[in-house]
């Protein structure tokens, strides 16, 4: 958490900025609170899964260390110029996970499906096979909503599923069970591990892939711009799907699999922030940050910085209006 080496009147901090819990034990009478239907509510809710984690563990205590530095950070995003007061942040809590894997997954899947369709839900998780469900549920939740898709991850997460040896590492396959790649977008793409026929999968299925060599070549707000035409114009809704070895691991030391090649934190954030303003409908979620990891706790200030980069993303589109 950052540290407040002045206290200063004119500024407001996160900390203090939570609107009471959607959900608590013991407060039964909040859990049918309505949504916020003017585009100010944003639902946080953390999902401290790791079971499926592809090979360090400890993306089960991300979520609480995302918010923890989140809370450090006041409610004016100095690098966009953009003011988040006008946001009304809730906490949903943890959704319950089990040992049981797919029994954990139908669970994420029927309580995104029930969330109030006026909020804008960020995830916390976990690892990045929680994405496969947060989407059916998002799906569920708004059946008549046409959804797109904007995946930041190093990996394609695309390989066939063997039972009894899940990982997080399927979900892109999983999903497009339900799912139409068609409108989504793979940014950040570069793990030595795969061979010529993921690339060319991807693309038939129509998902707009781009390595971190592709959007050096373009540049970042030509890329971006595509991203949010491919994914965003013929959607009602975009989901941002932020796997934390995205970024290079100067910037993210404490995940699964560190990437010594990734992407900078102001090009994830930025790109992370126009895609939230040009967004009628977003979510995000953000996974794969392991604490235990990174004894600096800068990977969870990573993470907090594109979560906040969403919100003034979302803030910013709220002005426009």
């Known amino acids: 958490m950052n540290t407040r080496v002045v206290e200063d009147s004119t500024v407001r901090w996160i900390s203090g900025a939570w609107e009471r819990p959607v959900r608590s034990p013991g407060n039964e009478e909040n859990h049918d609170r309505p949504s916020v239907e003017d585009g100010t509510g944003i639902l946080f809710l953390e999902i401290p899964f790791d079971h499926a984690v592809s090979h360090r563990p400890g993306t089960r205590f991300g979520p609480s260390a995302i918010l923890a530095a989140l809370d450090g950070f006041s409610l004016y995003c100095t ?4 003011d988040l007061s006008r946001l009304r942040l809730r906490r949903f809590g943890e959704i319950e996970v089990t040992n049981d894997i797919h029994a954990t997954y139908r669970h994420i899947a029927e309580t995104v499906a029930g969330l109030a369709p006026g909020d804008t839900p960020v995830f916390l998780g976990g690892d ?37 040896k899940e990982h997080s590492g399927h979900w892109m396959h999983t999903v497009a069970e339900v799912f139409d790649h068609r409108h989504s977008v793979q940014l950040g793409i570069d793990a030595p591990i795969y061979s010529g026929a993921y690339m060319e999968l991807a693309e038939a299925a129509g998902i707009m892939v781009r390595t971190p060599w592709d959007i050096r070549r373009a540049g970042l707000a030509a890329t971006v711009a595509e991203a949010i035409r491919h994914a965003g114009e013929p959607t009602d809704a975009v989901h941002i799907s932020i796997d934390i070895d995205c970024l290079s691991a100067g910037f993210a030391p404490g995940t699964s699999v560190p990437n010594p090649a990734g992407l900078t934190l102001w090009d994830v954030a930025d790109a992370v922030f126009e895609i939230a303003r040009s967004a009628a409908h977003a979510s995000l979620d953000i996974v794969e940050v392991s604490p235990p990891l990174d004894s600096t706790g800068l990977t969870a200030q990573s993470a907090a910085h594109l979560a906040m980069n969403f919100l003034a993303g979302r803030a910013a589109r709220l002005q426009q209006g």
């Open 128 to 164: 990045h096979s929680i994405t496969d469900p947060i989407l059916r549920g998002l799906l569920r939740r708004s059946p008549d909503r046409k959804l797109g898709l904007v995946v930041f991850d190093a990996h394609f997460d695309s390989r066939i599923p063997v039972p009894g």
């Open 79 to 82: 690098d966009k110029r953009t």
